[in-house]
């Protein structure tokens, strides 16, 4: 093969230019790969590297390194200045201490704008810095050597002023510098407040200095141009604004407070009004600081209560607090006002009103339920004295103030809950008062009751949220008047007869919301069986015996029946509530008791005729059951049987009858009061036999009825008996299984508890499974 002809070579000048263009890419290459390098070396997140990279060769960027080292270099140069200025300044001459301090200084402060002309602005902050401190001492310097006659607070608040000037215009020559600016800020709080205490301006004059300062800086943050917008000189001056504000609100308040007389007050007050005025200019000129109206409008408030607080008792000075807040309240409709003014002045007012309310609702609730004391004297007739329930009527103003408040933003807000608030204080006020007044027990009473009706009367006629405020509040009341009422006899009845007729007359009332007239009807209920029971009482028979009166409310409830119409359920629940307080009153005497029992179970079995309420016939039965078996217990029978299984026999065979005509019936139905008439009596009685023969026939009898109520898959007997007969076993077993525990050793028992579980929890799905299917067992049968 041929090999190809030679290249010519080239000419030498054109060779050396074609070297000098691949050299320059070369360069322009090698310059784009190190740039590259650079930037993936600054990545700040390790999930840039892949798994195959190399270990990232720095811990640091290059600039936190780089702020590191300028912050602690700047520490240290600060640290060597005031070491020098305090220790070493006296080894030097006045013209050596001047020099060496007025080179460094300005060295300090010059060399930042060659430094930021260079482009080293982290380098320029930190030396800026240090040149900043280093005027500091040089304010000291000159009061240690030339000042040193002068107070030391006053020179320091001139010192403070001059470096703050001094600072500001450091800053406007180097506008690049952020340091400086902030630093002006922080010292310009310091000039006021340190001439104040150097003059002994006293509490009140330093808080006027402070307020000033946080006015100058409000009006630097909210007034200067250009502020707002750095943060490093905002957010500082914000701070010193919020801070000293509240130092000169917590001044005035302090000396408000401890103020001995209104002259006193006044200076403090002053100085409050002065706080209100900032707050509410700040929250006009900036949307966003509602909270500077709120802080305003309180301090204004306190300002003009302030000099009355010394004069007037403390609860009415609560009244005078609450009227002077609530004129902001009308802020709601001023719609000319900006919307962070008006938003905060509506908040203050509120706040004031609903603490005032609070205060007053905590004396006039405590008032009320200081009435309990009387059930330790019921019809004792003992009137506690004027000064237990407090010391005047000032709560009650205070509470129905308030409700009018609230009942103006109910009109003017289409919101049910200030109407809520309203019915609630409104109905505090006028109940309490009375009471809080110091009038006669009757008066009392009389007052309370018709406060009490005017609370019904508005809960039908408004209707709503604001409705079921106020029948809760008449409940409330109607409860506290019954509590009052058991001071005296004819307080008692007179109370309870008006309560109840009122209670009715709400039930009866078919215009009422549902729930409205159920809870009267149960109320109603109620205060007739109060009422029976004070009779029995009132005739002077024992607590026992008051349970036969007692029983005449649910026989009345019964006999009344569908005539009770929509409240008929609840009038019923409440009458079976008396019945059973009737059972529990008659519990102590046996013979009482089977006669209450029997009696019961006569209401109940006549209210069982209506077919709407078979299910009495069950609870009849039962009180019936009971009443006899007390009855037989008392004559000090000891063969029950001799009793029961004539009962039992009849009975099983009408329930033959009954599952002959009817399949479907229950077994429980048919065979269930037969066979509990004779096993449960047959029970207790064995029981307490010490004799063999009577648990042996019965769990033969029970044996039978569980293999028959097997063999004929029936519920009833198969359950009643299989109890019975478990009964009976453990009756018999029981001496036994405790010589065995005795006899076992102490650790046994624990175990086979702790395997027992161990095996449970092994098996428990298959136990859930096993327990399913005996339950639909169950079910199957008849």
């Given amino acids: 093969m041929a090999s190809p002809p030679p290249v010519p070579p080239l000419p030498p000048g054109h060779e050396l230019a074609l070297i000098d263009r691949e050299l320059a890419q070369l360069d322009a290459r090698r310059r784009y790969l190190l740039a590259r390098r650079d930037w993936l070396l600054r ?65 300090a402060l010059g060399a930042p704008a060659l430094l930021l002309r260079r482009g080293l602005r982290s380098t320029a902050e930190s030396v800026a810095a240090v040149g900043l401190l280093l005027t500091v001492l040089d304010a000291y310097a000159v009061y240690a050597v030339s000042a040193t006659g002068v107070d030391a607070t006053a020179y320091a608040a001139g010192a403070a002023a001059v470096l703050a000037a001094l600072w500001a215009g450091y800053a406007r020559a180097l506008p690049g510098l952020v340091v400086p600016l902030p630093a002006a800020v922080l010292a310009a709080q310091l000039p006021l407040p340190l001439a104040a205490v150097a003059s002994a301006a006293g509490p009140v004059g330093l808080g006027w200095a402070v307020l000033a300062t946080a006015a100058l800086d409000a009006g630097l943050v909210l007034l200067v141009p250009g502020v707002r917008a750095r943060t490093a000189v905002s957010g500082p001056a914000a701070a010193a604004a919020a801070a000293l504000a509240a130092g000169a609100l917590l001044t005035g308040l302090s000396e408000t407070a401890s103020a001995g007389s209104a002259a006193a007050a006044a200076g403090p007050a002053v100085l409050l009004a002065g706080c209100a005025a900032l707050g509410v200019a700040v929250a006009w000129r900036e949307p966003s ?34 009227l002077l807040a609530l004129p902001l309240l009308a802020a709601v409709r001023a719609t000319a006002l900006p919307a962070a003014v008006r938003r905060g002045l509506v908040r203050a007012g509120a706040g004031v009103a609903a603490l005032a309310a609070l205060s ?36 009650a103003v205070t509470l129905l103030v308030a409700a009018g408040a609230a009942g103006w933003l109910a009109r003017v807000l289409p919101r049910p809950e200030p109407g809520v608030v309203a019915v609630v204080l409104g109905w505090a006020g006028l109940f309490s008062a009375p009471l809080l007044s110091g009038l006669p027990v009757a008066v009392v009473l009389a007052a309370q009751l018709a406060v009490t009706a005017a609370t019904v009367v508005w809960a039908l006629r408004i209707g709503g949220a604001p409705g079921y405020a106020a029948a809760v509040c008449a409940a409330a009341g109607s409860l506290d008047l019954s509590v009052a009422a058991l001071d005296g006899r004819t307080a008692t009845f007179a109370v309870f007869g008006l309560l109840g007729a009122g209670c009715a007359g709400v039930a009866a009332y078919g215009r009422a919301a549902r729930p409205l007239r159920s809870g009267a009807a149960a109320l109603a209920v109620g205060y007739a069986a109060a009422v029976a029971v004070a009779l029995g ?26 005539r009770l119409g929509r409240v008929r359920l609840a009038a019923e629940v409440a009458a079976a509530v008396a019945g059973g307080v ?35 016939g069950w609870a009849a039965g039962v009180l019936f059951v009971a009443a006899t078996w007390l009855r037989l217990s008392l004559s000090g029978v000891e063969v029950p049987e001799a009793y029961t299984l004539p009962v039992t026999a009849p009975a099983l065979a009408v329930g033959f009858l009954r599952r002959r005509r009817d399949a479907g019936a229950s077994s429980w139905t048919a065979y269930g009061p037969g066979l509990g008439a004779t096993l449960l009596p047959s029970l207790i009685a064995a029981w307490g036999d010490a ?60 175990a086979v508890a702790g395997l027992l579980l161990l095996v449970v929890g092994a098996t428990y799905e298959k136990r859930l499974r096993d327990a399913r299917r005996l339950r639909a067992a169950l079910g199957r049968l008849g």
């Avoid at 500077?292 to 009244?319: F, Y």
Wanted: aromatic content about 6%.
């Fill in 43 to 107: 990545l700040p997140a390790p999930h840039a590297w892949g798994p195959g990279a190399p270990a990232r060769p720095k811990e640091a960027s290059a600039p936190g390194a780089q702020n590191v080292l300028l912050t602690l270099g700047a520490v240290l140069l600060a640290v060597a200045a005031l070491a020098f200025t305090l220790v070493s300044w006296g080894s030097l001459g006045i013209a050596g201490r001047s020099a060496v301090l007025a080179v460094v200084t300005a060295a």
């Fill in 289 to 322: 600081a509602m909270a500077a109206a709120v802080v305003g409008a309180l301090a204004g408030v306190a300002a003009l209560g302030g000099p009355v607080r010394p004069v007037l008792p403390r609860e009415w000075t609560v009244v005078v607090f609450l």
């Fill in 360 to 395: 007053a609702l905590a004396v006039a609730l405590g008032s009320l339920v200081l009435r309990a004391r009387v059930l330790g004297e019921v019809w004792a007739a003992t009137t506690p004295p004027r000064e237990t329930y407090g010391a005047g009527p000032a709560a």
């Fill in 537 to 562: 009482a009132l005739w002077g028979l024992a607590v026992a015996w008051w349970a036969l009166p007692l029983l005449t409310v649910p026989a009345a409830v019964a006999a009344a029946g569908p």
């Fill in 582 to 616: 009737a059972l529990l009153l008659a519990a102590r005497e046996p013979a009482l008791a089977a006669l209450v029992c029997a009696l019961a179970g006569v209401v109940c079995a006549g209210a069982a005729v209506r077919a709407e309420r078979r299910g009495l």
């Fill in 691 to 750: 004799h063999w023969l009577r648990p042996l026939l019965l769990g033969l009898a029970a044996l039978a009825v569980t293999l028959l109520g097997a063999h004929r898959r029936l519920q009833a007997p198969l359950l009643l008996g299989g109890a019975t007969l478990a009964a009976v076993a453990v009756h018999e077993l029981a001496p036994y299984v405790v010589q065995v525990v005795d006899a076992l050793p102490r650790w046994l028992p624990p």
